[in-house]
């Protein structure tokens, strides 16, 4: 055990080393010129030198991330303008008319591959999925975005005052995306939050939804309709206020990696080594996996509060939503697939709930090895459970079976 825990140490410091040495070296590049003769530049001491982060510095540390996928593909900043048409609002109250931007890439496909869009959940961007890229492009043609607000993407001032707003904001820039991708009849993918914002999509633009897969979503009930005596309680410790007014304050978990400053990548890459190594449900990233997920994700958490400030409109303390997709499933007009890993903190039972008042073929697989991300987790069982759910779009091939696939489980 010693050994064991000796060999994850050393991991864990080669892993941060690694990451530093990427983002300050990509930060030195291109601080080079103004910092030729800083007498500060000189003596500060580099543990304690700021990574300072960008829309282009967030692009490289995607592109380096990228460097581990085998499959060609192209990224580009898709225009979605500065409002949809007719529209008073701006991406959203915004004082600026300036031109909103996705970002988005795409995946080298076979011809006539059925298009499969990935939206990413709360906290992360499009490159999460960088296990899952080569597997899926073999079937799919493949196109991953950052949501408005998140990674790469355009950030806006975020000062929407509602849900229905805040919905708006994710809903209204996804369909515009959508117009300038010229996209229709594609499968939507959506993780966690980003879950909740593809069901949210497919109630209100059904027609373009050919399938709708959601990993571990958020959202399908109220704290009304899953009360816990254990939230009661804690509410009602000085923890829980405490806790409970941040939350309604829109404190957010980025804000304190900003806070942090020089110290912010390694609270990262501690969070990464923790969640993805010792504490893993399934297959463990390796130290170059590792060392530029933490880059990507610290310089998509420390750039601009944006998409991020959503969180208090979306959902009370608890993540429970203020307006529950189980209360929409009697509206549900897309054939639906739930993939949850089995350790996922995300209670499948909601979905199981909804289940009941669907009117459209709804299936909810369970991936072994797996929590809440389990694409991370179990990529190749979460790449069979996709096959799965997409089966009859995909029989046209004449490979797909009909029979679950060994070790997931139908619930």
């Not at 004082?95 to 906290?123: C, Q, W």
């Amino acid at each position: 055990m010693r050994r064991a825990a000796v060999a994850t140490t050393t991991r864990t410091r080669m892993a941060a080393e690694e990451m530093r040495r990427a983002s300050a070296s990509a930060a030195a590049a291109e601080a080079a010129p103004a910092q030729a003769g800083s007498r500060w530049a000189r003596v500060w001491p580099p543990a304690l030198r700021w990574i300072p982060t960008s829309t282009d510095r967030i692009i490289a540390a995607e592109k380096r991330l990228l460097s581990i996928v085998k499959t060609g593909y192209v990224q580009e900043q898709v225009n979605i303008g500065s409002a949809p048409p007719g529209s008073k609002v701006r991406w959203f109250r915004s004082a600026s008319d300036e031109p909103r931007f996705i970002n988005t890439v795409t995946f080298d496909s076979k011809e006539n591959a059925p298009t499969l869009v990935m939206v990413h959940g709360y906290g992360a961007s499009q490159g999460f999925f960088f296990r899952n890229f080569d597997a899926l492009a073999n079937r799919f043609r493949v196109i991953a975005i950052d949501q408005l607000g998140w990674g790469g993407s355009s950030r806006p001032d975020f000062t929407c005052k509602s849900t229905e707003e805040t919905e708006a904001w994710f809903i209204d820039s996804f369909e515009e995306w959508r117009k300038a991708k010229n996209l229709s009849n594609f499968i939507l993918l959506g993780h966690s939050f980003g879950g909740y914002v593809a069901a949210k999509y497919a109630l209100k633009h059904p027609e373009h939804v050919q399938h709708l897969i959601l990993v571990g979503p958020a959202g399908f009930s109220s704290e009304t309709e899953h009360s816990s005596e254990w939230l009661t309680k804690f509410r009602a410790t000085w923890k829980g206020m405490l806790i409970n007014h941040l939350w309604e304050s829109n404190f957010t978990p980025q804000r304190i990696v900003r806070g942090l400053g020089p110290w912010g990548p390694g609270l990262v890459q501690r969070y990464i080594s923790a969640r993805f190594g010792t504490s893993s449900t399934g297959e463990l990233l390796t130290d170059q996996e590792s060392a530029l997920l933490t880059d990507y994700i610290y310089h998509t958490l420390a750039a601009k509060a944006s998409g991020e400030l959503c969180l208090k409109y979306i959902f009370s303390f608890g993540a429970f939503a203020r307006k529950p997709l189980l209360q929409c499933a009697s509206d549900w007009k897309v054939p639906t697939t739930f993939i949850y890993g089995q350790q996922d903190w995300m209670n499948y039972q909601g979905a199981q709930q909804a289940r009941k008042d669907m009117k459209v073929p709804c299936e909810i697989i369970r991936v072994p090895q797996g929590g809440h991300f389990v694409f991370i987790d179990n990529p190749s069982a979460f790449h069979s459970a996709v096959m799965y759910a997409c089966r009859n779009i995909l029989s046209g091939a004449g490979e797909e079976g009909l029979t679950l696939p060994d070790g997931l489980i139908s619930a």
